[in-house]
């Protein structure tokens, strides 16, 4: 640094060292006037003014609120929810129990029906075999005139089986009866 007017570089020694502390002092000053311009510049960076952090703190407020709200919905919907799967897990078990009758009720009908259909086929079988029993006679009887038709009277009688009922037969029926009953049948 240069030496102010007025002063000599060969005079006083207290001069010369109080300008040298004077120096010292105005470059430390500088010193920290740079290092408080660079604090400044961080701060401008890393800091926020009031108003923007109010209006932060503002939303946040507004987002707690929102979110309280939506947990209390959460809860109330969860607990719609258990409320749901146990019916649910009601109905199921209901559900298999109706399932396990219906299955067993079908069965059972199914088992009645079989023994329905076998009583029907024994019935069926054991009529064929009175039939067959009873149209053997006919048939020897028919089998004479295979080709002459055999009309049946209302009576429910067939005329070829015993001519003596055409002859006999009056409107009383009382000779229709003497027939039917024979000679060794008791009358009724």
Known sequence: ?????????????????????????????????????????????????????????????????????????????????QFALGEVEVLSKQLEKEKLAFEKALSSIKNRVLQESSKKDQLISKCNGRREARAAPHVNIHGLFPNSPMPVPKS????????????????????????????GRPRK
């Open 156 to 183: 429910g009688f067939y005329p070829n089986f015993c001519p003596r009922l055409r002859i006999q037969a009056s409107p009383g029926g009382s000779h229709l009866r003497k027939c039917l009953q024979g000679p």
């Open 1 to 81: 640094m240069a030496t102010p007017l007025g002063w000599s570089q060969g005079g006083s020694g207290s001069v010369c060292l109080a300008f040298d502390q004077l120096r010292d002092v105005i470059e430390s000053q500088e010193e920290l006037i740079h290092q408080l311009r660079n604090v400044m510049v961080l701060q401008d960076e890393n800091f926020v003014s009031k108003e923007e952090f109010q209006e932060v703190e503002k939303k946040l407020g507004e987002e707690k609120a929102a979110h309280a709200k939506t947990k209390a919905l959460l809860a109330k919907e969860e607990e719609k929810l």
